[in-house]
């Protein structure tokens, strides 16, 4: 069997070893376009990728053999999951390999803005310290401190539960939430209060965003959003660009409707070099390297492979997005001449 691996620049050397240790034969190459992903993934039976090239229906109805597709992480919005579950394809995640990463990245913004980390550290590198004083002085009143404001947390998931964990160290008022597909009993355990999404808008004092990109959460945070906040509220985005509409993010900020925010994604990746937001001095933009660690890198790599070499051998993966798609194969394994006849080890019992 072969698996397509898209290159990423600094792929692992022991992905090799660890395909090859289980007799499949691995296909490595960089993909710029649709074009040539399709070219890679044609004739493969798994494909190991990333967030680009997307994962359209066109690129996996081009497959005949396909049968598993493994993302890094726990988002999939790069793939078509409806198409795959037509198309009896496995699409696999690595759920928790990158929590604690992201949870301390979202600290990590929240705290460089409320103490303006980057400020201070430009003035003392210019030599203002000693040289220009009065430029540094008026820093002492303009700081901000966390404790005894309200933490709003918009999706209370794996990463917004260790962002609860964290944040609670350093002595909020109150931590609320928005998340209505969690249970109240979940939020208590971790001393948080779900309310609307109003109410979070309107009584935090810093929002940070923990919750997938879908066709409900899509620019959840948009011009309306941003009137409703208070006028000294923080924003901090380490979960998917989509969730914030970027007109409004520069909008509220260049006229002063929050004084900042931080930001791990943005809508379209990577962010033009023209984009008015890279004008903004009260914004940080990281490349999207919340989840990144050597540890998460390694680990999750090594799951991410794993779960091919588990759907091939028909075993449970880590983790599957479309759980759905076993009720597909079944099917298709009734039947000749499709990606599943010849598999007799796959279990479509199999708990997942």
């Known amino acids: 069997m072969k698996v397509a691996l ?22 490595e190459k960089e993909c710029t376009n649709e074009k040539e992903y399709i070219e890679l993934l044609k004739d493969a039976d798994g494909a190991l990728i990333y ?43 690595t759920p ?36 220009k004083t009065e430029l540094v002085h008026p820093y002492r009143s303009e700081l901000g401190r966390i ?30 939430s928005y998340d209505p597909y969690i ?23 810093f929002i940070t965003l923990h919750a997938p990109s879908t066709e409900e959460t899509h620019h959840i945070i948009n011009e309306d959003a941003f009137n409703k906040m208070k006028s000294n509220c923080l924003l901090i985005n380490c979960a998917r ?17 929050i004084p900042g925010a ?17 004008s903004l001095d009260n914004l940080i933009i990281t490349p999207h390297t919340a989840g990144s660690s050597g540890v998460s890198r390694e680990v999750g790599t090594k799951k991410q492979a794993e779960n091919v070499i588990k759907i091939l051998k028909g075993e449970a993966p880590h983790g599957l997005a479309n759980p759905e798609v076993i009720k597909t194969i079944a099917l298709m394994k009734t039947k000749e001449n ?8 796959f279990d479509t019992s199999l708990n997942v």
Not at 10 to 22: Q, Y
Not at 264 to 277: A, G, H, N, Y
């Open 6 to 27: 898209v290159a990423h620049g600094d792929n692992p050397p022991f992905l090799k070893d660890l395909f090859n240790g289980e007799g499949f034969e691995l296909i």
């Open 51 to 93: 967030i680009h090239p997307p994962t359209t229906r066109k690129v996996m109805e081009e497959t005949n053999n396909l049968k598993v597709i493994s993302r890094g992480g726990v988002g999939v919005d790069s793939v078509d999951l409806d198409a795959a579950t037509e198309l009896g394809i496995c699409i696999c995640n």
């Open 96 to 131: 928790g390999i990158n929590t604690t990463e992201v949870a301390d990245h979202a600290m990590a913004l929240l705290l460089s803005l409320t103490r303006k980390i980057r400020e201070q550290d430009a003035l003392v590198k210019k030599g203002y310290w000693a040289d």
């Open 147 to 176: 404790a005894g404001n309200v933490v709003g947390i918009i999706g209370l998931g794996n990463i917004g539960k260790a962002f609860a964990t964290r944040i609670k160290g350093f002595g909020p008022e109150k931590i609320i």
């Open 183 to 205: 249970d109240r009993t979940t939020a208590d355990l971790f001393g948080v209060e779900l309310v609307g999404l109003d109410t979070l808008l309107k009584e935090s004092d």
């Open 241 to 257: 660009g989509p969730l914030v509409d970027p007109s409004a993010l520069f909008n509220a900020l260049k006229n002063n409707i």
């Open 262 to 278: 931080g930001i791990d994604v943005t809508e379209k990746e990577p962010i033009s070099s023209e984009d008015p937001l890279l």
């Open 338 to 345: 499709n990606r599943w006849s010849n598999m007799d080890l």
